[in-house]
């Protein structure tokens, strides 16, 4: 009865002793993106607490600050102030809330429907499958922006919609992994087993391919929320994204560009917040992907 | 083989029709071009005419079937806004991606290569860490920011090349910029496989033969590892042709990417939907072509 | 084993070659740029490079959609008319003129143009009237540049070089202004039909056309034979840059010599580096918002009013302009036309004068809820961010204001069709320099329609003159007071266009963002 048990998700073997050892740096990169994750999250659901200035109040005395300044008031500006006299640290804050809850929702969105379609095609094969895999070919073969720049302009670029233009980039990959693990895991011994015993089609799915999926899935969901993240960012860029003056990290870059000369802070700040929260997410993705190595897991 | 390649054929040539009716309804969907190609003083008249000299009042199906039987006579589509032949435009485009891409490529493959093979013998060793920070640092930049901080450092800041253009020096900036991520993407790629590969036990056998550590590794671990990325270069070849979408505008390059996003902000319909279609056949023979190496290589997929 | 490796290195070395053979297909692809030179004092300019934000849409005329073809096409087409740095009319192709009756003109070309190959040798009456009736026709989508009466033109050949137009209604006091968008092209070139000159333009003007890359540059090249003042420059080139950073650090780095639409931040770089200055130029290109008149709580005026008392134009100069970029707007009608009252005040920021209207206008009703202003993020310089500004002016009044800002491709055709009904930030800009044309224009009218009968009176009336009769003054001011008082706009800024220029080059912008250089000269030391 053991062997018919689903696992438990294979990245928290590891925290034995002894498989950590020559591990240490990828722990070490684990932890640290996992930290960032975390306070880029509290910065989106908290950000008053660490943002001293509001970030939507223009103060064009106080445009193009450099990093450091000084108010007349005394208040610093850690990293200056951008050509409507915003403190940048501020709108940097306030701006991971734009971009997370973009992200985080598009991701949740899109993985919802992609597992869903992936499988109901890796399960049930036959027509709908090779329809979904079809699909899934048109996506890769043309860039998505285009489609989204034009989306943006058809439906407009509230956050609902980016959500919605986010999330229909996003399921393809979740797709394509779980059809895959749902194809494979189809076949094992102990699925036929189960399904000789009596359990339902939809009881196997949710009990023990799913549970089997979960680490995979974590996995794309951790890069997939960097290429949301940098979809979001490019849209806002181009013009279509998060509006004005609603702070997004996008939006921000594409405002100071035209000032990269005058006032390289606006540029550095934002670019760096991005990358830095792809990063954790890539490498958290990339942890997680390593935990799952068959070689550690001690059994096939 | 034959059958392979046959059906994959056929594969592609569906992708590329749905791909191209696609993209056709959904630029469509988003407006009318007659009023953005004319000044702001049109008169609701002139847009109607307009309307009508650009065939846009037949019905879409129509459309979407002369469009498809003139985009490929060269001559006879012309672009909403140039009045120009749609086809060579694009055509004339795709050459400076290309051009673009392959020596972004070029760079990447062959900075991916020594630093993942560094990586992977020295696993877990800081240069090992090293490494793979900046690579996945190099993944998780946008491309428009590396870009405009290039330009800022190497053009304007320290003069040491030119800021935009065409030629051989103008090409590095925005060569420079795709290949970070590339890089990233490969060499990442090249050092897992690396990994998997070193501990197989043929890897041991010719260790214990007594070989040399550099045949060892290029003869049995690296050309073994080097497959996947072969093929991971052709995907991601692919991808950037159709991708340099944002960084293209900055460096004032003429490539697919430029065409693309003026003309989806112009509404020129004819250029994107064709701008598309290209990008991808482009795509899907890469793709093709990567398939059959990858069976080529891999005796295993062969065979099954 | 052993000749699967062997299959494979030859398969790995036949990639690699190949890659590298492909990393050798963009040195063939490449094309080098025109050089740049260092100019002699005194000569010519070798080769100028200008920056172009976008692409012109066609290089023949039927087929322009947006006067931003006029700057380069004027090099190397000549046009019947052009205007001076001042504003005033001047002849090219034409000599003198006569305006016989408001529906009669009689036109003298001057002698001696010749066009670029020499096969068609002089411009004479005849190529006037071919190039007239292809591009001054209803079916050219360079129509709209033109007034309708005009459109529909009879030109008859008087002699060699002279030509009478006939109109069927009168109101055509603007045609010459109009026919400075006329461009002339050979009538026998033009038999040989559409296609051909599209692709190889040939005119009468300073400069041969070269060559048009469409996304990458345009190039003409100076013509001797040229008929008219004498060429300072060998060759221009016009870069096409969309982004402005990359325009500006071309510009510092001499790979350009002129860039138009300098933001007023990097005016005081460009002065600090010794190559390079900055010329300003007061714009024909000014900034208001619309109001939907028909829609309510826009339908009263003290609604109107108090929206354009809340604005504090001073301030938004100073600050976001830098006191540099642009000049309040104080009137319809744009500054540098001489029927512009240069006494004329306009809206003072007076927040509590707002306050008392809005009190006053729903202490009568009306119902003053929330108001959605749009504005477009990439058509105009400061758009963006002016827009953000009015929306935060008109909060400090009291009301609830959301603002949406697209870019232009989404907003502008919903105001081209009347779809728009909240208020919308725009720019004119006056290429024709016909004070009543921004009262006649389509959208303009539609949205402040119904105007009082006297109004419509005035514009008929200058629309009879001729630019530089003085009764223009009288009329025109009159109609901007009345106009003016009753807020069909908020009134914003007047551009003061920033350029700007390498050091090498002297050369004087004009008002109505035409860039000629057909006046440019290298710059004495």
Redesign the interface.
Known sequence: MATLAPKWPAFLIPWKPGILR?????NV?FLVSAALMLLFTFFAIWPQSVAPYDPTVNSLSLRHKPPGFVDANGGVHIMGTDHMGRDVWSRLVWGARASMLVGYTGLLLGGTVGMGIGLAAGYFGGWFDRIAM??V??Y????Y???A???A??IGTDMRNLVVIMAVRGWVEFARVTRGQALALRERDYITAVRALGASDLRIVWRHILANILGPILVVAGFQL?VLI?LE??LS??GIGIRAPTPAW?SM?SDA?NY??QA?WT??FP?MA??????SA??MG?SLRDRLDP?LQGKA | MYQFVTQRLL?AL???I??SI??FL??H????PA??????????E??A??RAQLGLDRPLYIQYLAFMKDFWRGEALKSF????PALP?VL??L??T???V??A??IS?VLAIPLGTLAALRR?S?V??MI??VA??G????S??VA??L??FF??RF?VL???????K??ILPMATLAFFQVAVLL?LFRSEMLEVI?QDYIRTARSKGLREAIVVY?HAF?NA?IPV?TM?GLQF??LV??A??TD????W?GV??????S????DYPV?VGA?IV??VV??MI?LAVDI?YG??D?RIRVS | MMR??GS??V??AA?VLG??A??G?????????GTSSRTPAGQRIQELKVAQI??P??M?CW?F???DEGDIVRHFLEPLFDFDRDGAIRGAAAESWEMKSPTEWIIRLRKGMKFHDPKYEELKAEDVVASLDSCVR?TS?L???FAKPILKHQAEILDEYTIRLTMPEPGTGGLLNNLAYAYIYPKKYLELGKEQV?RRPIGAGPYKFVEW????RIVVERFEGYGGPEQFIDRIVW?????A??RE??F??G?LDVIPFVQPAWVPEIEANPNTRVERVVSGRHIHIILPVQEPPFTDKRVRQALNYAVNKKELVEQLFLGIGAVPLTGAIHPILPEADPERAGYSYDPEKAKLLLREARANGVKVGKITLYAPN?RYTLDKEMGEAVAGYWRAIGLDVEYINQ????L??N????KLKDPLL?G?GNIRLRAEWIFE???NRHYADPIPEEWQKLIDELSRTISGDPRRIELARKLDKLWTEDAKWVFMINYVDLYGVNNRVDWQPYAIENRYFLDAKPRKK
Not at chain 1, 22 to 26: D, F, M, S
Request: proline residues 6%; aromatic residues 10%.
């Open positions: 020559g591990r240490l740096a990828g990169a079809r699909v070919d048109a890769l073969s043309f860039p922006i285009l489609i720049i034009v989306w302009t058809i960097g940098l960012a490019s860029f181009l996008g870059l560009r990269l000369n390289w540029v550095l670019g991005i990358s830095l929260l792809v990063m890539n490498f990339d070689a | 594969q569906a992708t590329i749905v791909v696609v993209v959904f630029v969907a988003s407006g009318d009023a953005l190609l004319l000044p702001e003083q049109a008169t609701p002139d847009i005419n307009l806004r140039y009045n120009l435009l004339g485009a050459r400076w290309l051009a673009l392959c020596g490529m070029f493959v877990g800081l090992d860490v793979r920070v996945v640092f993944q998780s930049m946008p428009f920011w405009m901080l330009m800022l053009a304007v003069r030119p800021v935009s253009g065409l030629g051989f103008h090409a990442r501990h003869r050309k080097a072969i270069v692919a991808a159709t991708g979408v944002v505008p900055i460096f004032a003429p990417g430029f065409l693309m996003v003026n989806v902000f112009l509404k994107v598309a990008a991808a795509v899907t793709n190496l080529i290589l005796p | 699967r490796q494979v290195d398969l790995f990639v890659m590298l492909i990393a297909c963009w040195a063939h692809a490449a094309a080098p740029t976008g692409n849409s066609a023949d087929n959609t947006a006067v209803e989508r129509a709209i540049a599209a890359v469409p996304n990458q870069r096409i840059i969309p982004d950073f990359t650090s071309e510092l780095t790979g990439d870019p232009r491709s989404v502008f055709p105001l081209f069709t009347f725009i004119f224009v389509g959208y």
